[in-house]
C-alpha cells in the first residue's frame, strides 16, 4: 500500500509558498519577478519578436544590440503626493524589467525595426539574404 500525502489546506498553502517566494527570498526558487510574456515567430524574410507591455509608453522602451544580443529593458518611476491640512500621503510606483536575446548569424541587424501598439512591442528582425553562390564547373 503506498502512502498517499493529503493536504486539507491546499488555499492556505499556496499562501505561504507565495509568502515565502516573493518576502523571504527562498534560493531553491529563484523569483524572476514580472517579466512580459514573449512571442517569437520565424517566416521566411523575418523574425517577429512580439512583447506583452500594456500600460507603458514608446519612451519606456530601451532596445540595445552588443555582440549579437538584442536586450529590451524598461524602467518606469511615478511618485504622487496629495497634501490636506493635517496629512500628506505619498505614493511610489516603480516597475523595471529587462530582457535578452541571442540572435542567430542570419539577421541583418542594420534594418531591425521596433513599434508599439495597443499594449504590444513588436520587433521585425530582417534576415540576411544568402549568397546564392551558383556555377559550372568543366570537367577536364
Do not use: C, W
Given at each position: 500500500?503506498?502512502?498517499?500525502?493529503?493536504n486539507?489546506?491546499?488555499?492556505?498553502?499556496?499562501?505561504?509558498?507565495?509568502?515565502?517566494?516573493?518576502?523571504?527570498?527562498?534560493?531553491?526558487?529563484?523569483?524572476?519577478?514580472?517579466?512580459?510574456?514573449?512571442?517569437?515567430k520565424?517566416?521566411?524574410?523575418?523574425?517577429?519578436?512580439?512583447?506583452?507591455?500594456?500600460?507603458?509608453?514608446?519612451?519606456?522602451?530601451?532596445?540595445?544590440?552588443?555582440?549579437?544580443?538584442?536586450?529590451?529593458?524598461?524602467?518606469?518611476?511615478?511618485?504622487k503626493?496629495?497634501?490636506?491640512?493635517?496629512?500628506?500621503r505619498?505614493?511610489?510606483?516603480y516597475?523595471?524589467?529587462?530582457?535578452?536575446?541571442?540572435?542567430?548569424?542570419?539577421?541583418?541587424?542594420?534594418?531591425?525595426?521596433?513599434?508599439?501598439?495597443?499594449?504590444?512591442?513588436?520587433?521585425?528582425?530582417?534576415?540576411?539574404?544568402?549568397?546564392?553562390v551558383?556555377?559550372?564547373?568543366?570537367?577536364?
Amino acid at each position: 500500500m503506498a502512502l498517499v500525502r493529503f493536504n486539507q489546506y491546499p488555499g492556505l498553502t499556496d499562501f505561504f509558498e507565495a509568502l515565502e517566494k516573493n518576502f523571504f527570498n527562498n534560493p531553491e526558487e529563484k523569483y524572476q519577478g514580472d517579466v512580459p510574456a514573449v512571442n517569437i515567430k520565424e517566416e521566411n524574410d523575418k523574425y517577429v519578436l512580439e512583447m506583452a507591455a500594456p500600460g507603458m509608453s514608446k519612451k519606456d522602451f530601451h532596445i540595445s544590440l552588443e555582440e549579437n544580443v538584442l536586450t529590451i529593458s524598461s524602467e518606469k518611476k511615478e511618485e504622487k503626493e496629495e497634501k490636506q491640512d493635517n496629512y500628506t500621503r505619498r505614493e511610489f510606483f516603480y516597475n523595471s524589467f529587462s530582457r535578452s536575446f541571442t540572435l542567430p548569424e542570419n539577421v541583418d541587424v542594420e534594418n531591425i525595426k521596433a513599434d508599439y501598439k495597443n499594449g504590444i512591442l513588436t520587433l521585425t528582425i530582417p534576415k540576411k539574404e544568402e549568397a546564392k553562390v551558383t556555377r559550372e564547373i568543366k570537367v577536364s
